[in-house]
């Protein structure tokens, strides 16, 4: 099945390390998407990729980074210069016309103790 | 710059009730529209579309129709279901842009 592989759905880390979201597409998109949802609130965007080997800031990119070596996966890594990293990430795919929608994974939880 | 602002929730209704969620836009030329729902612990999916003046989308029972004169795009089911229970955002792509700018969403409560 075509779709959009986030893992893990859950993961915990100790404050001060950083850790590593996966997300994968088998949907050939060119463009993928990090989005940061905390409680009650909207969908804020991390960074987009609309081409293999670039990428741009978001609205909220501060302590944050990302990789697209390869059109299918845009991996995650939240720094410990991030100041509050506990929230739902989910990360997107689209063909990356003018348009068109977007595909969601089914997300991962971050937890930092 | 873009932005989405949908009504305040929590929405709770009672099962075959009609519903509402307004949802009005701020955009330069002509976005394409969009609302997703998200049922708890998951991702977001699409539940319907809309990509220029007066198109309708609908799917499931739930429409929205894209109306530029009031820049609004307000989704509507005229009798709804607990499996409907979830959070509903409404989004939108500017003309020549690839990326979604979501509203804060309203979580929508269905009792039996």
């Known amino acids: 099945d075509g779709g959009i592989t986030q893992s893990p759905k859950y993961l915990f880390r100790k404050e001060g390390q950083n850790v590593t979201l996966s997300c994968e597409q088998n949907l050939n998109h060119d463009a993928m998407y990090w989005y940061r949802q905390d409680p009650g609130q909207g969908l804020r965007l991390i960074y987009y990729?609309?081409?293999?080997?670039?990428?741009q800031k978001g609205d909220i990119a501060e302590g944050y980074s990302v990789s697209r070596e390869k059109k299918e996966s845009f991996p995650l890594t939240v720094t410990s210069a991030q100041k509050n990293p506990t929230a739902f990430y989910l990360c997107?795919?689209?063909?990356?016309?003018?348009?068109?929608?977007?595909?969601f994974g089914q997300g991962t939880r971050l937890t930092v103790v | 710059g873009d932005s989405v602002t949908q009504m305040e929730g929590p929405v709770t209704l009672s099962e075959e009730a009609f519903l509402t969620i307004n949802c009005t836009y701020t955009a330069t030329g002509y976005p394409s529209l969009f609302w997703y729902v998200q049922y708890p612990g998951e991702g977001l999916q699409l539940l319907l579309k809309a990509t220029k003046a007066d198109d309708k989308g609908s799917n499931k029972g739930f429409e929205a129709t894209y109306r530029k004169e009031t820049t609004s795009f307000h989704l509507e089911k005229g009798s709804v279901q607990v499996s409907d229970s979830a959070v509903y955002f409404c989004a939108l792509t500017s003309q020549g842009a690839q990326k979604l700018v979501f509203g804060q969403g309203t979580r929508l409560t269905i009792n039996p």
């Open positions: 990729s609309q081409i293999v080997n670039d990428f």
């Open positions: 997107a795919s689209s063909t990356g016309q003018s348009h068109t929608e977007a595909f």
